[in-house]
């Protein structure tokens, strides 16, 4: 976005702002890049040879990480932003590493039918994403994304999510400074209208109980592995519940 590159290029004056600065942005998203790349990585050595990431958007695994050969990996998006990753990848020059089979549907609809149709095997084990997704979902989708998920995997199979445990915190007053100091830089984008605040069941005990077992790091503790410290400020506290889950089907 705009303000992203502006902020890059010095055209905003924001290093000395403790909550609005580009190296703090850049060190969140890289704990979040290397939980998800680590996920994966990790799986795919385990001897899981299919991918799936839901609401790719802009994901570029599929033509970053080192796959190990014979991977597939599933892309499952809007028609539109599927054309236009492929087509501005292609553009660069870009080849995957895996063997990389695009799905384009809106999840609203029946992906999981279009993902069986685009070769998955529901009979072998595989690894699934849903990297910054569930806080647009009403409960009654989230839990329809999980219960596909679950019936789609076979014993072994991965998972990977954030667990956002009340999104209010996108409408507090912590928030809302935040969103109002981005918008004096030119982010004209609220959150706070796209995220979902209505109630929604506790997806990890909803995977317990359908026979996941799930592993949590907190925004902090992934903050501290990759050897940065974590804000000491309101905007961060008001994310400190924020959890990256990991979760493996048993037998």
């Given at each position: 976005m705009d303000v992203y590159t502006r902020m890059v290029d010095g055209q905003i004056?924001?290093?000395?702002?403790?909550?609005?600065?580009?190296?703090?942005?850049?060190?969140?998203?890289?704990?979040?890049?290397?939980?998800?790349?680590?996920?994966?990585?990790?799986?795919?050595?385990?001897?899981?040879?299919?991918?799936?990431?839901?609401?790719?958007?802009?994901?570029?695994?599929?033509?970053?990480?080192?796959?190990?050969?014979?991977?597939?990996?599933?892309?499952?998006?809007?028609?539109?932003?599927?054309?236009?990753?492929?087509?501005?990848?292609?553009?660069?020059?870009?080849?995957?590493?895996?063997?990389?089979?695009?799905?384009?549907?809106?999840?609203?609809?029946?992906?999981?039918?279009?993902?069986?149709?685009?070769?998955?095997?529901?009979?072998?084990?595989?690894?699934?994403?849903?990297?910054?997704?569930?806080?647009?979902l009403p409960e009654d989708a989230q839990d329809a994304l999980f219960d596909n998920i679950t019936g789609l995997s076979a014993p072994g199979s991965r998972l990977a999510f954030e667990f956002v445990p009340d999104t209010k915190i996108f409408a507090d007053e912590r928030w809302r400074s935040h969103h109002d100091r981005m918008s004096e830089l030119g982010f004209d984008i609220d959150f706070n209208d796209l995220v979902y605040h209505g109630q929604r069941s506790h997806i990890i005990e909803h995977l317990s109980r359908q026979g996941w077992q799930t592993s949590s790091h907190t925004v902090k503790e992934l903050h501290q592995a990759n050897g940065f410290e974590y804000p000491d400020d309101e905007l961060a506290t008001a994310f400190a519940d924020v959890t990256y889950t990991s979760a493996v089907l048993g037998c």
């Amino acid at each position: 976005m705009d303000v992203y590159t502006r902020m890059v290029d010095g055209q905003i004056p924001v290093e000395e702002d403790s909550e609005f600065n580009p190296e703090r942005v850049a060190r969140g998203m890289a704990c979040r890049t290397r939980f998800y790349d680590r996920f994966f990585l990790e799986a795919a050595g385990s001897g899981i040879g299919q991918v799936v990431i839901l609401a790719s958007g802009l994901d570029a695994r599929a033509y970053r990480l080192p796959w190990p050969k014979g991977t597939v990996v599933y892309e499952v998006d809007m028609p539109e932003v599927i054309a236009f990753k492929t087509s501005t990848l292609s553009g660069l020059g870009a080849e995957p590493t895996a063997q990389r089979r695009t799905v384009a549907i809106d999840l609203r609809d029946d992906w999981a039918a279009a993902l069986q149709a685009a070769g998955f095997d529901e009979q072998v084990p595989s690894a699934w994403s849903a990297e910054g997704l569930l806080v647009y979902l009403p409960e009654d989708a989230q839990d329809a994304l999980f219960d596909n998920i679950t019936g789609l995997s076979a014993p072994g199979s991965r998972l990977a999510f954030e667990f956002v445990p009340d999104t209010k915190i996108f409408a507090d007053e912590r928030w809302r400074s935040h969103h109002d100091r981005m918008s004096e830089l030119g982010f004209d984008i609220d959150f706070n209208d796209l995220v979902y605040h209505g109630q929604r069941s506790h997806i990890i005990e909803h995977l317990s109980r359908q026979g996941w077992q799930t592993s949590s790091h907190t925004v902090k503790e992934l903050h501290q592995a990759n050897g940065f410290e974590y804000p000491d400020d309101e905007l961060a506290t008001a994310f400190a519940d924020v959890t990256y889950t990991s979760a493996v089907l048993g037998c």
